[in-house]
């Protein structure tokens, strides 16, 4: 494999590391009145859904992560993991529900699968492209050169593939929420306030390499889905 291609993976990969490097701070935990609200919620979703969009049953496994921070994350096999710090700002059980179902959407939707699929189709096409190009008279510079556009672009088109399933699963939870008996108004309550706290901090700017949607364009879309349909 050529070397410009390598030395493209490594920089990618050292920036997504720094990206991530900061060990996260530990939270006090949860107290019992949010351990019930937080279980109950979790059934309430479980119960509305059971199947993925290709047919096949959830084994959902719920967690919580001792992390101060507001994060949750998900798995392709049904794990949802939420820290303390997002079990903490949420201000009711709807607001948790709203949280846990954005994560169940995303794997009813199998949109981990497909975000696999995606960065490795990325991986292959500029190592080939790289090895082609590597064949010219100035193989160096122009595998260079070749490698890094393809990573521009690739990373451009990742990027709006992966913002577009955050909408989709924003959207996705709404139903959810309005299946299990929760408003769906909780789900814009939880991420108004969450902008509102990242906007503090200097973060939710807009930025071509992120993979989540700028804030306000996210809280645009979910005030419009859960708006009640006009009466016809």
């Not at 994060?71 to 700002?89: E, K, M, V, Y």
């Not at 992120?210 to 804030?215: Q, S």
Request: charged share 15%.
């Amino acid at each position: 494999m050529p070397r410009p291609f390598l030395r493209a993976c490594a920089l990618l990969l050292v920036s997504a590391l720094l990206c991530h490097c900061r060990a996260p701070q530990p939270s006090p935990p949860p107290s019992p009145a949010a351990l019930r609200l937080w279980h109950r919620a979790n059934s309430r979703l479980a119960a509305a859904t059971f199947l993925d969009r290709a047919g096949h049953p959830i084994p959902w496994r719920f967690s919580l992560r001792d992390t101060s921070g507001v994060n949750a994350q998900s798995w392709p096999d049904g794990r949802i993991q939420l820290t303390f710090g997002a079990l903490s700002f949420a201000q009711n059980e709807a607001e948790l529900a709203a949280v846990t179902a954005h994560e169940m959407a995303h794997i009813a939707a199998r949109h981990g699968r497909a975000q696999t699929f995606d960065s490795a189709a990325t991986l292959l096409a500029s190592a080939a492209l790289a090895t082609l190009l590597s064949q010219s008279s100035d193989p160096t510079t122009a595998s260079a050169a070749a490698t890094a556009a393809l990573f521009s672009v690739s990373l451009t088109a990742l990027t709006a593939r992966q913002r577009e399933r955050e909408f989709a699963a924003d959207l996705a939870s709404l139903d959810l929420l309005r299946r299990a008996h929760y408003p769906p108004s909780a789900a814009v309550h939880f991420w108004q306030r969450y902008a509102a706290a990242r906007a503090l901090q200097g973060l939710g700017k807009p930025h071509w390499w992120l993979p989540h949607p700028p804030d306000a364009e996210r809280l645009r879309r979910l005030r419009l889905a859960a708006s009640p349909s006009p009466a016809p």
